[in-house]
């Protein structure tokens, strides 16, 4: 069974760092997208980053460009999304997915992602 567990989710206060990370399981996703998405409440679920694990290749939201990092270790069939500079409107529930390795993840879509953790929740304080 393929799982995708998120975990790092925290209240933090503005200008505060975070660590996300997505352990997989199930199978080695070696030619699969990862991304993370996020969800506010009453607001659009929306790619955040997303990272090749054929190539390494990358996207990011524009509005976390410089922040927020995506990184992929292979060896723990784990990605992380390290979050710093963080604001309010960064809140919200992080979800991780796993596409193929050439999916919309890959320029902020979501709708072609297989497989969904069940998301951990991310609050920063003004």
């Known amino acids: 069974e393929v799982q995708l567990v998120e975990s790092g989710g925290d209240l933090v206060q503005a200008g505060g760092s975070l660590r996300l990370s997505c352990a997989a399981s199930?199978?080695?996703?070696?030619?699969?997208?990862i991304g993370w998405f996020r969800q506010a409440p009453g607001k659009e679920r929306e790619g955040v980053s997303c990272?090749?694990?054929?190539?390494?290749?990358?996207y990011y939201l524009d509005s976390v460009k410089g922040r927020f990092i995506i990184s992929s270790d292979n060896a723990k069939n784990t990605v992380y999304l390290q979050m710093n500079s963080l604001k309010p409107e960064d809140t919200g529930v992080y979800y991780c997915?796993?596409?193929?390795?050439?999916?919309?993840?890959?320029?902020?879509?979501?709708?072609?992602?297989?497989?969904w953790g069940k998301g951990t929740e991310v609050t920063v304080s003004s």
């Open positions: 997915a796993a596409g193929a390795y050439d999916s919309t993840c890959l320029t902020g879509g979501y709708f072609d992602m297989n497989y």
């Open positions: 990272i090749s694990r054929r190539d390494g290749s990358t």
């Open positions: 199930g199978t080695t996703f070696d030619d699969y997208a």
